[in-house]
């Protein structure tokens, strides 16, 4: 037997051994962000939909003919930039704050930036609630069967993160600057993701244009809002771009978390 099947069989034996932890973790960090809140888990729901009343009063009326149903067009983008944000930035210091745990037993160590991941995942679950909601308020014929095809969008950005998050974690390990200058990236990220704005509003500007096609966020959140209220699904060569950058991000994220892992005793 190869040693790539040997350690793909150990992979898929590791992850399903502690797999009961994998859902400890994720219930521990939903337990500790509702710990003490009043409203709990209902603050998933009422975050985007505050924050989209507010930024709706402040943009529709400079977008009202370039962007219609604006509330709609942000709270359903801005569902999965946030589940992006959320699970990179946690994952970012999820093996340094694991550091007691990893020195005293064994355990993956991919299992914690892996955890923050499928945490984010579940807050975005309640996010896009809220985002249904909104269009069915606003325009009851946005939602249609292809609503039904929004895990695709979902699960490509979620190895997309997967990858990254994997990188990350394991870069900061080294690098405990790159926690702050992570943020800085995010808030020029979010500007180079057409949240606020059509793509189409930035045809006088070709070379940001084009900056902002290369960021692989815009094909996610693009994709996920033509399922869920345009009525659309993208074109094959659509899909196969997602995939590969999904794909390429999850193969390097790997491939460097595994390179690094072996010496983050030494860090901790």
Not at 6 to 32: A, E, G, H, W, Y
Not at 225 to 244: G, H, Q, W, Y
Request: glycine share 4%.
């Amino acid at each position: 037997m190869s040693s790539t099947a040997t350690n793909n069989r150990s992979f898929f034996s590791d992850f399903k051994r502690f797999m009961p932890l994998l859902k400890n973790l994720v219930s521990k960090d939903f337990k500790i962000k509702y710990r003490r809140s009043v409203l709990g888990v209902a603050w998933s729901v009422l975050n985007p939909l505050l924050t989209m009343i507010v930024l709706t009063k402040v943009f529709e009326m400079l977008l009202r003919d370039s962007v219609p149903d604006f509330a709609t067009y942000y709270i359903v983008g801005s569902a999965l930039w946030n589940f992006f944000s959320e699970a990179t930035s946690c994952s970012l210091s999820s093996i340094l704050t694991s550091g007691a745990l990893i020195r005293k037993v064994y355990i993956p160590k991919y299992i914690f930036p892996l955890e923050k991941c499928v945490f984010a995942l579940i807050n975005f679950v309640f996010s896009f609630a809220a985002a249904i909601v909104v269009a069915l308020i606003q325009n009851h014929t946005l939602i249609s069967w292809r609503t039904l095809l929004f895990p695709i969008p979902v699960l490509y950005c979620f190895i997309f993160v997967c990858g990254l998050s994997l990188f990350l974690s394991a870069v900061t390990v080294y690098f405990r600057d790159v926690q702050h200058l992570y943020g800085v990236l995010l808030t020029m990220w979010v500007y180079l993701t057409p949240m606020l704005y059509p793509i189409s509003l930035l045809d006088g500007f070709p070379l940001i244009q084009k900056v902002v096609m290369l960021n692989p966020m815009t094909h996610y959140v693009e994709f996920f809002r033509d399922v869920v209220m345009r009525n659309t699904f993208p074109s094959l060569k659509e899909n196969l771009l997602c995939i590969a950058v999904s794909l390429i991000s999850l193969g390097l994220g790997a491939l460097v978390f595994k390179k690094a892992e072996g010496k983050f005793i030494l860090h901790l």
